[in-house]
T-cell receptor
Framework: DSGVTQTPKHLITATGQRVTLRCSPR?????VYWYQQSLDQGLQFLIQ???????AKGNILERFSAQQFPDLHSELNLSSLELGDSALYFCASSVGGSGNEQFFGPGTRLTVL | GQSLEQPSEVTAVEGAIVQINCTYQ??????LSWYQQHDGGAPTFLSYNALDGLEETGRFSSFLSRSDSYGYLLLQELQMKDSASYFCAVPEGSYGQNFVFGPGTRLSVLP
């Protein structure tokens, strides 16, 4: 158990809908990272927050957004969902912002029908 | 731009030693990390190299050569539970702001 929690574990929704994925980092970690993992794309970095502020942005679509709250938990919002958004979404956390040692949550499996 | 290359599959027997290589091309270099992921599970951090040389953590060791843009993960005394995918990862970009994972190497340990 990494200490990172994610909810929900599974999510099934329809195209065009909007969902919110939630992540609580390990106690003491200030950075939160979001990743998408699909069979054909591998593990893709989406975005990083550090102590409430956006620190880095990767291959995140404009339909996707995230935020980190004062209690350091984070939410990833996915809107106008498409079939291709079906994937595993992982949240990870680290103490600092360098990201060299990240602790991953169990993931949320999103299925878009 | 950035690119990480790893072998797609490696097979070895219990008790053996296996080396998983990773070559990278990045516009900046801020260290090389390794992660293990079992089927259906989350990636788990294994090791990190910022400087050249070998880092040892129990049965696992990781090596880095910055001049060759190359690193490897060495797994010794292989056990069945080591069957998993292994990813190398680098922060990339002008200040290491983009986290890039390699395509992964699937290790199968046979009895």
């Amino acid at each position: 158990d990494s200490g990172v929690t994610q909810t929900p574990k599974h999510l099934i929704t329809a195209t065009g809908q909007r969902v919110t994925l939630r992540c609580s980092p390990r106690s003491g970690d200030l950075s939160v990272y979001w990743y998408q993992q699909s069979l054909d794309q591998g593990l893709q970095f989406l975005i990083q927050y550090y102590n409430g502020e956006e620190r880095a942005k990767g291959n995140i679509l404009e339909r996707f957004s995230a935020q980190q709250f004062p209690d350091l938990h984070s939410e990833l919002n996915l809107s106008s969902l498409e079939l291709g958004d079906s994937a595993l979404y992982f949240c990870a956390s680290s103490v600092g912002g360098s990201g060299n040692e990240q602790f991953f949550g169990p993931g949320t499996r999103l299925t878009v029908l | 731009g950035q690119s990480l290359e790893q072998p797609s599959e490696v097979t070895a027997v219990e008790g053996a030693i296996v080396q998983i290589n990773c070559t990278y091309q990045t516009s900046g270099f801020y260290g090389l990390s390794w992660y293990q992921q079992h089927d259906g599970g989350a990636p788990t951090f294994l090791s990190y190299n910022a400087l050249d040389g070998l880092e040892e953590t129990g049965r696992f060791s990781s090596f880095l050569s910055r001049s060759d843009s190359y690193g490897y993960l060495l797994l010794q005394e292989l056990q069945m539970k080591d069957s998993a995918s292994y990813f190398c990862a680098v922060p990339e970009g002008s200040y290491g702001q983009n986290f890039v994972f390699g395509p992964g190497t699937r290790l199968s340990v046979l009895p």
